[in-house]
C-alpha cells in the first residue's frame, strides 16, 4: 500500500488522484468486464455507473438502501432495476483505503472477481494514487447496541470508542472447522492481513450453483474451493485462518454501504451479507442509536486494520 494510503490518518475526505481501469470475469456472470474507478468531488460517496446502460439508468448509488439481493453476494440496484452485484470485496477496498468519494464505471451487471479477494483493487488504489480533500470526514457514531438474528447466527454493532470487528465461523468441514478473529482499526495491517484473503466455497454447493447458471466465473483461481475437509486450491491457503478473514473483509465492505465509516463494534456470528444489510437497516431505523459526527471531532482516522486472530479446531 501506498506510504500515504498507509500513514495518512486524515480528518478530510478522500478520493483518488487519477483515473485507473482493470478487465476480469464477473463470479456468477461468467462474462468479461471492464471497470474504471474515476476521481470524485466532495459529498459524492461511492457511486457506480453501468456504462452499458442508457444515461438516465445508469447511476446506481452504493448505499445500504440499495440493497436489492444478498443471497450470494451484495446487488445495489437503483429505481430503474440496473443492478450492479459483487460489490463487497471492492467496497472493502475502498473502506480499508480510505477512499470516500468515487466513480465507477462498469459495462456490466458485475463487479470482476478477480482473485477472489480485495487485494488487486487495493493495487490499482495504490496505482491511482490518493488525494486529500477539503472537507472533513464524516462518521457514523453508534449510540446502543443493534443486534439483528437469532441464537445461532447474528450480527451486532455496538457503541465503542474505536472501529473494531469481530467474528465468528464454524462449519463441520475439517478444512474450516472453527475460527474467530478480533480486528481494531490501526495503521498497517488492512493490505497485509485482510486484503489478500479469499471467498471460499464448498465443492458441492459450486456444482448446485452452475446447475441454476450461477458462478459461472467462478474457479480455483478467484476462489478458495473445499471438497470435504480438503482444500482443493494448489498452492493452500495464504492465510491459516483465511476462511475467518475473508468473512471480515466482506463485512467491512458490507457495512461501508453505509455511506461513510461506522465507529463502534461490529460482532458476527456465522453471519453473511443479508444480516450485514438487515443490521445497517435496524440501526438506520433506531434514530436513538446513531448519529453522524466529524471525524475532527473524534481525532484521527486510523485508515487500517490490525488482525487479532484466535483460531480453535471443533473437537
Known amino acids: 500500500m501506498s506510504e500515504q494510503s498507509q500513514n495518512n490518518e486524515t480528518k478530510f475526505q478522500q478520493t483518488l488522484k487519477s483515473p485507473i481501469n482493470c478487465t476480469g470475469i464477473g463470479l456468477h456472470s461468467g462474462s468479461k468486464v471492464s471497470m474504471t474507478l474515476k476521481p470524485a468531488d466532495v459529498n459524492t460517496g461511492i457511486v457506480f455507473v453501468r456504462t452499458d446502460q442508457p444515461a438516465d439508468r445508469a447511476e446506481v448509488r452504493a448505499d445500504w438502501d440499495r440493497v436489492t439481493d444478498t443471497k450470494l453476494c451484495t446487488v445495489v440496484s437503483n429505481d430503474a432495476g440496473v443492478s450492479i452485484g459483487t460489490v463487497e470485496h471492492l467496497m472493502a477496498a475502498l473502506r480499508g483505503c480510505g477512499i470516500d468519494n468515487v466513480v465507477i464505471e462498469l459495462n456490466g451487471p458485475e463487479v470482476p472477481i478477480m482473485d ?64 474467530e478473529s478480533y480486528v481494531k482499526l490501526t495503521n498497517g495491517a488492512f493490505k ?120 480453535a479446531a471443533v473437537a
Open 116 to 179: 477472489g479477494s480485495s487485494a488487486p483493487f487495493v493495487f490499482l488504489i495504490e496505482c491511482a494514487g490518493i488525494r486529500e480533500q477539503e472537507k472533513p470526514r464524516r462518521l457514523i457514531r453508534v449510540l446502543k447496541q443493534v443486534t439483528v438474528g437469532d441464537g445461532t447466527r447474528f450480527a451486532t454493532l455496538s457503541p465503542s470508542p474505536s472501529m473494531s470487528f469481530s467474528f465468528e465461523i464454524d462449519f463441520a468441514s475439517a478444512a474450516v472447522a472453527r475460527q
Open 192 to 311: 497485509g492481513e485482510l486484503a489478500r484473503a479469499r471467498t471460499f466455497g464448498f465443492l458441492h454447493e459450486v456444482d448446485q450453483l452452475r446447475k441454476l447458471g450461477l458462478a459461472r466465473g467462478g474457479s480455483l483461481d478467484n476462489a478458495i474451493v473445499i471438497n470435504g475437509d480438503k482444500v482443493l486450491n494448489e498452492g493452500g491457503l495464504r492465510f491459516s485462518d483465511e476462511f475467518v478473514r475473508h468473512k471480515i473483509l466482506d463485512s467491512i465492505g458490507d457495512l461501508y454501504l453505509a455511506g461513510a465509516p461506522i465507529l463502534g463494534h461490529f460482532h458476527g456470528c456465522r453471519s453473511g451479507h443479508a444480516l450485514n444489510n438487515q443490521l445497517l437497516r435496524a440501526l438506520f431505523a433506531d434514530k436513538t442509536a446513531w448519529c453522524y459526527v466529524d471525524a475532527e471531532e473524534v481525532g484521527a482516522l486510523p485508515m487500517n486494520w490490525d488482525v487479532r486472530v484466535k483460531v
